[in-house]
């Protein structure tokens, strides 16, 4: 049997709102429905190029803090663009941000890194902007199960 595929969840959750979501991404993905999918979550300052090299699909998330990614998601970059730039071309990836009120430096900012790394985007960034909603939890899960089905499919 094929071995499962492994999708990577980094995303940094420094409050109880952002832990919730970063919950939320790992429960979609981790769907009874979904077989062949092995899910790990790590936090940025806990994930490295290693990581990265395992896996067949990451999803990042981020806060955003004066108006870019959090500095743990950079550092997390900053480790892993080189030791990854010639191996990790066309990995699938997708991502979330939660934003008291912007978003769009952090957007910006994932977007030039994933462009560098020639990684390829598979679903529109999800944008939790603003006071928090319940309805963040949803589209978190959403977006982990998206992923992980579409990784057990073959389809990226
Ligand atoms: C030091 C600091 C800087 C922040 N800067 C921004 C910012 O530039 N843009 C933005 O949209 N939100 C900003 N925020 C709000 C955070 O994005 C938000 O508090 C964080 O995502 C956690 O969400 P929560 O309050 O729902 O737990 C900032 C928060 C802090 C503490």
Not at 74 to 100: H, M, N, V
Not at 110 to 124: F, H
Request: glycine share 8%; net charge negative; hydrophobic share 35%.
């Amino acid at each position: 049997m094929d071995r499962k595929k492994k999708l990577l969840i980094v995303s940094h959750a420094p409050s109880p709102n952002t832990l919730t979501l970063r919950n939320a991404v790992a429960q979609g993905a981790g769907h009874e429905d979904i077989e062949n999918v092995e899910v790990t979550v790590l936090a940025p300052l806990d994930a490295g190029p290693d990581d990265v090299l395992a896996c067949d699909a990451i999803i990042l998330g981020t806060t955003e803090n004066l108006g870019y990614m959090s500095g743990a998601l950079k550092d997390f970059f900053d480790r892993s663009y080189y030791p990854c730039l010639e191996k990790t071309q066309g990995l699938p990836f997708a991502y979330y941000i939660r934003a008291g009120h912007d978003g769009t430096g952090t957007q910006r900012a994932i977007e030039s890194i994933t462009t560098g790394l020639r990684w390829k985007v598979v679903q529109e960034p999800l944008l939790c902007r603003g006071e928090y909603r319940d309805e963040f939890e949803e589209q978190c899960c959403e977006l982990g199960m998206y992923v992980a089905a579409s990784l057990d499919a073959g389809l990226f």
